[in-house]
C-alpha cells in the first residue's frame, strides 16, 4: 500500500498536486524544521515563487498537507466494503486501519511532527484542531455504524469510543516506530478484544 495521494486545495491544478506530494515527501523525511519552501520547490521541479502562489505561507501548505491526508483517509475508507454482522465488521475495520498504518509511517512522521509544533503555534493548533475533529466525526459515523445494529446500545458514546480509538492506534503506531521491539501487532489485537468484548458483553 502506497503514501496518501495527496491533492491540492485547488482542484485541476496539475502544479499545486505536485507541491502538495512533494511537501509530503519532505515532511516525512526530514521533519517540519527542516523543510523549506525551497526544498518542497527543489521536491517538486518547480520554482520557489510558485509554491508561493498556490500557498501563501508554509504553515499554509503543512494544513493543505494534512487536509489532503485526512481526505483520502475518507475516500479509502469509503471504498471498502464492510460486512453487516458488527463484530465482523469490527474486525475487518481493524484490519484495514492496522495494514494502512503501518504502510503509511509517513503519514504518522509528519502528523506527530505538526502535532508538537502546534503546541507552540495557536494558528497551526486552530487547523489541526479543526482537522482532528472532522476526522474524529467520521470515526464515529463508523462506530455509529457498528453499534446501531447491536441488540442494546453501548454504555459509551460514538464520540467518545471515537476519541480513544483515534488515540490508542495512532498512538501504537508511533510508539512503534520509536520502539521497533514493540509488539505492535499484539497490542494493536489487545485494542480489538476489547472493542469487540465491549460489543459483545
Known sequence: MS???LK?????????????RAAFEVLANQGSHAASIKEIAKAAGVAPGLVHYY???????????????CEQFRV????????????ERTRLLF????ERAMAQSGWYK????????????PALAQELAQLTREMRAHLAGLVLGVTSSLNEPLP??????????MAASDGLVVRSMIDPTLDADGAHAVLEALVIGLLTR
Open 3 to 5: 503514501e496518501p495521494r
Open 8 to 20: 491540492a486545495a485547488k482542484p485541476g491544478s496539475a502544479k499545486a498536486d505536485s507541491i502538495v
Open 55 to 69: 500557498f501563501a505561507t508554509k504553515e499554509a501548505l503543512i494544513v493543505e498537507v494534512v487536509r489532503s491526508c
Open 76 to 87: 479509502d475508507m469509503a471504498s471498502v466494503e464492510l460486512p453487516a454482522d458488527p463484530v
Open 95 to 98: 484490519a484495514w486501519s492496522r
Open 110 to 121: 509528519v502528523l506527530t511532527d505538526l502535532t508538537a509544533m502546534s503546541l507552540r503555534d
Open 156 to 165: 459509551v458514546g460514538a464520540e467518545g469510543l471515537a476519541a480513544v480509538l
